[in-house]
C-alpha cells in the first residue's frame, strides 16, 4: 500500500514535468555564388517562418551583393567576400524574390519560399496572452510550487500515518 501511495505521489509531482511541448527548431538556409555562371545556389528554395536565409561567399573575382526587390532584406553595397543573414519572423510567409544589382541583367536572381508556421510561445509569452488587463500579477501567479508543497505535506502524513498502523 505505502509503495501505491509514494507511486501516486511521485506521478503527481511529475506531471507538471511531462507536458512534453515541442519546441520547432530553426535552420539555417546556405545561398553561395556560382561565379562562374553569375547565379546564386541554390537559386530557389523552400524554408520556415523562423528559419535563417544566409548569404555566403568570398574570394570572388566581381563584387556581388543579395537584395530583396521589395527591399525586405538587403546584404549591402556588392562586395567580394559577404557572409550576410536574414531571418524570417512568425508573420513573414510568403515568396520573396532576391537578386545581385550588378548582375541583375544577365540572370543573377533567386527567391526564397517562406511556410507559414506556429509562432513557439515561452511560457512567459503564454502567461501575457492570457492573462487580461484585469487581472493583477497574484492571480497571474504559477501554483505548481504550491501545489507541489501540498503533495509533499500529504505524502508526510500518509508516511507517518503508516507507521503509527504498522
Known sequence: MR??????????LLQGNLGLETEQ?????VVTV???????????LTI??????????????????????????DSGDPERAVDYGH???YDSAGTYNFFCEPHESVGMLGSVTVLDVEAPMDDQQNN???MSSGQSMEAAM???PVYAVGLIILFSAATWRARIYD
Not at 527548431?25 to 538556409?29: D, I, L
Not at 520556415?48 to 532584406?73: C, I, K, Y
Open 48 to 73: 520556415n517562418e523562423g528559419d535563417t536565409l544566409r548569404f555566403v561567399w568570398g574570394g570572388q573575382a566581381l563584387p556581388h551583393n543579395s537584395v530583396e526587390e521589395n527591399g525586405v532584406f
Open 128 to 130: 501575457s496572452a492570457n
Open 87 to 89: 531571418v524570417f519572423d
Open 25 to 29: 527548431e530553426t535552420e539555417t538556409h
Open 3 to 12: 509503495r501505491l501511495l509514494c507511486l501516486a505521489i511521485i506521478l503527481c
Open 142 to 144: 504559477n501554483w505548481e
Open 34 to 44: 556560382d561565379s562562374t555562371n553569375l547565379r546564386f545556389t541554390p537559386s530557389t
